[in-house]
DNA sequence: ATGGCTTCATAGTGAAGA
């Protein structure tokens, strides 16, 4: 089973990008971010011929989740359980017996923000409710652009971005909250290139500088995370003309039948 | 190493992203 992320900034100018990802990896689950379109606008006709049974909770301009699938998703929920949050960041399904859970955590804006206050508080239902999800099931893998970067390595110019937001020690030891939970960052398990991140700034050649943050990852239960045989980040996908700022990263795991 | 992109909503600028 091959799963992947990628919050595409904009799925509306991104499908292209999105349809040609499809076509190279075949992903059986993909997973959406900052898709900033309306329910009734999404583009469903196209990706359902492109062989891709899609869930989605969007909103006009800002956020908006997506589950791209090729075998029908069951069990769809959209949000954080009890939690009241207008802005449309969570969307979740079970294909082939794997709990996916897409997430578009808060940016925060800055450490001094009302914003950053909601990532926190995001953070601390977020938890809560995986802490659940985990007891239901034990297949469970959680995606998104978690707008963390969890170590130094992780992170360009540590030194500059101590305490910022993003690499803030608060929003760390949330990352962290989720690993006590049991869940496995899939990029660690395995040798990585030095420097290698899913972010970089449209502004000061940020990509061609490798001015970078890995903030967009796949967590996986313990039971996945045995079953875990890659994960990597498509940087090439960021090289592209009019890129999203993200690249995606894809997961792939071997699902042993019950 | 941040003002210096990109997108969206909107009709000339402003918000937001990270």
Same mark, same amino acid.
């Given at each position: ?7 595409? *900034? ?12 499809? $076509?190279? #990896?075949?992903? /059986? &689950? ?104 985990? *007891? ?12 963390? $970067?969890? #170590?130094?390595? /992780? &992170? ?45 700034d449209y502004r ?38 009019r890129p999203s ?14």
């Amino acid at each position: 089973m091959k799963i992947a992320t990628w919050n595409v *900034n904009s799925l509306k100018v991104r499908l292209e990008q999105v349809l040609e990802f499809l $076509a190279a #990896e075949a992903p /059986d &689950v993909l997973c959406l971010q900052e898709t900033k379109t309306e329910d009734v606008n999404f583009p469903l006709a196209v990706l359902t011929a492109a062989g891709y049974q899609p869930v989605y909770s969007g909103q006009k301009t800002y956020n908006g989740v997506a589950l791209l699938c090729r075998a029908k998703p069951e069990d769809v929920s959209v949000g954080i359980p009890d939690f009241d949050d207008p802005q449309k960041r969570v969307i979740a399904g079970t294909v082939s017996g794997v709990r996916v859970i897409c997430v578009y955590i808060p940016n925060g804006e800055s450490v001094e923000s009302d914003k950053y206050k909601y990532k926190l508080d995001w953070l601390a239902w977020l938890n809560g409710w995986l802490k659940k999800e985990l *007891n239901k099931y034990p297949r469970l893998a959680l995606l998104g652009d978690y707008n963390i $970067a969890p #170590e130094e390595r /992780d &992170v360009h110019d540590p030194k500059f971005w101590e305490g910022k937001v993003l690499f803030s020690e608060p929003e760390k030891a949330a990352f962290r909250d989720m690993i006590a939970l049991g869940l496995v960052d899939s990029f660690r398990l395995f040798d990585q290139p030095e420097k290698a991140y899913s972010w970089w700034d449209y502004r000061m050649n940020g990509f061609k500088r490798n001015l970078g943050l890995r903030i967009d990852h796949i967590l996986l239960s313990a039971e996945l995370a045995k079953n875990c045989k890659s994960c990597s980040i498509s940087r090439d996908m960021r090289a592209k003309e009019r890129p999203s700022d993200h690249a995606p990263v894809i997961a792939e795991i071997q699902i042993e039948e019950i």
